[in-house]
Antibody
């Protein structure tokens, strides 16, 4: 059974870069059945899709964040990563990694990791 | 961007009640609509995909319907464990977007 786990710093200073990694277990990140993505949820608020990537490297970005976001895949490590630069307090959120079908419904999800932007 | 609007934003119902949540898209999304359940402190869980397909392992009291711009999630007989926030998500086009959520209290 496919499982995802986020990792990375829980505290990032304003103007710096948020970096998170999602480790995939129970299956291959090179599976043609999945896109791999990031979704975030500010405290007490709703869900916002950030970006998705296919193992081949094809990427999709939310235009609202595209200028600050990079997603990448590390096939040997069975991981994919998110980088969000020039962060502000508005980027404080729980960040989830998730697998999606090529039809872009999300399952499974990681447990989520809270990232706080503060000096 | 396609805007997703859920109603109501919250509701209170009793055990065994039939509950209906509505999601409206700002433009036609065919059947590219998915529903999630999120409990406090947990990741969302996929309930329904492609408007009406029940995800494996999800109780049959959950059902989805609709196409075009108007969609519905129905819980046929509300159970205590269904207390959660429910989100719709369109997968018709990027950016993928979610509704604002409906909090269901028992």
């Amino acid at each position: 059974q496919l499982q995802l786990q986020e990792s990375g710093p829980g505290l990032v200073k304003p103007s710096e870069t948020l970096s998170l990694t999602c480790t995939v277990s129970g299956g291959s990140i090179s599976s043609s059945s999945y896109f791999w993505g990031w979704i975030r949820q500010p405290p007490g608020k709703g869900l916002e899709w950030i970006t998705s990537i296919y193992y081949s490297g094809s990427t999709y970005y939310n235009p609202s964040l595209k200028s600050r976001v990079t997603i990448s895949v590390d096939t040997p490590k069975n991981q994919f990563s998110l980088k969000l630069n020039s962060v502000t307090a508005a980027d404080t959120a729980v960040y989830y990694c998730a697998g999606s079908t090529t039809s872009f419904w999300f399952d499974p999800w990681g447990q989520g990791t809270l990232v706080t932007v503060s000096s | 961007d396609i805007q997703m609007t859920q109603s109501p934003s919250s509701l209170s119902a009793s055990v065994e009640d039939r509950v209906t949540i509505t999601c409206r898209a700002s433009q036609s999304i065919s059947s590219h609509l998915n529903w999630y359940q999120q409990k406090p402190g947990k990741a969302p869980k996929l309930l329904i995909y492609a408007a009406s397909s029940l995800q494996s392992g999800v109780p049959s009291r959950f059902s989805g319907s609709g196409s075009g711009t108007d969609f519905t999630l129905t819980i046929s007989s509300l159970q205590p464990e269904d207390s959660a926030t429910y989100y719709c998500q369109q997968s018709h086009s990027t950016p993928l977007t979610f509704g604002g959520g409906t909090k269901v209290e028992i």
